[in-house]
T-cell receptor
Framework: QKEVEQNSGPLSVPEGAIASLNCTYS??????FFWYRQYSGKSPELIMS????GDKEDGRFTAQLNKASQYVSLLIRDSQPSDSATYLC?????????????FGKGTKLSVKP | DTAVSQTPKYLVTQMGNDKSIKCEQN?????MYWYKQDSKKFLKIMFS???????INETVPNRFSPKSPDKAHLNLHINSLELGDSAVYFC?????????????FGNGTRLTVT
């Protein structure tokens, strides 16, 4: 069974704090990982992708990947109320070169002013 | 200049009816998808087409039939609608079927079956 697990939250952090969102996945052979942000009533939008072990930084966002632990996380520094949304972890679990993006159920983040 | 556009945005219909949702992308991508997001916000793949060919067909009732007239369009036809079909349906596209190709989503179609 191909699964992506996330804590559904809600995760509540004060403005300016670091928000830490976590995700685990079942397929050890997975090679590409994505974080999407979805505001209420809107479509998911890509915010980060990561393919190699370690950290990848983009502005206030840092994605961290540990393939041995089958774990991927997203850190949001200096959290803003506008970051309040549901964050979806997505892992590509396709066979061979074929993509098949499996989504977690999402973590709802609330940033309090 | 919307990248992935789907119509209609809202669809309210009665059980037993047949309805279609249309999707078009102008990104020049080769691969298009249909995802279903249920009331618990779980986003699940239904179908994937690459250059008009079906490549992913998850366990979806036969009442759902995708059609891709060309690589820029992927439509979804649903027969004999049931209450459980109520959800938001998202069309998406990616540059290729490759594992490193992220998805670009349309704005979604909220289907309500009464």
């Amino acid at each position: 069974q191909k699964e992506v697990e996330q804590n559904s939250g809600p995760l509540s952090v004060p403005e300016g704090a670091i928000a830490s969102l976590n995700c685990t996945y079942s397929d050890r052979g997975s090679q590409s990982f994505f974080w999407y942000r979805q505001y209420s009533g809107k479509s998911p939008e890509l915010i980060m992708s990561i393919y190699s072990n370690g950290d990848k930084e983009d502005g206030r966002f840092t994605a961290q990947l540990n393939k041995a632990s089958q774990y991927v996380s997203l850190l949001i520094r200096d959290s803003q109320p506008s970051d309040s949304a549901t964050y979806l972890c997505a892992v590509n679990m396709g066979r061979g070169s074929q993509g098949n993006l499996i989504f977690g159920k999402g973590t709802k983040l609330s940033v309090k002013p | 200049d919307t990248a992935v556009s789907q119509t209609p945005k809202y669809l309210v219909t009665q059980m037993g009816n047949d309805k279609s949702i249309k999707c078009e992308q102008n990104l020049g991508h080769d691969t298009m998808y249909w995802y279903k997001q249920d009331s618990k916000k779980f986003l699940k793949i239904m179908f994937s087409y690459n250059n008009k060919e079906l490549i992913i067909n998850e366990t979806v009732p036969n009442r759902f039939s995708p059609k891709s007239p060309d690589k820029a369009h992927l439509n979804l036809h649903i027969n004999s609608l049931e209450l459980g079909d109520s959800a938001v349906y998202f069309c998406a596209s990616s540059q290729s079927t490759g594992k490193n190709s992220p998805l670009h989503f349309g704005n979604g179609t909220r289907l309500t079956v009464t």
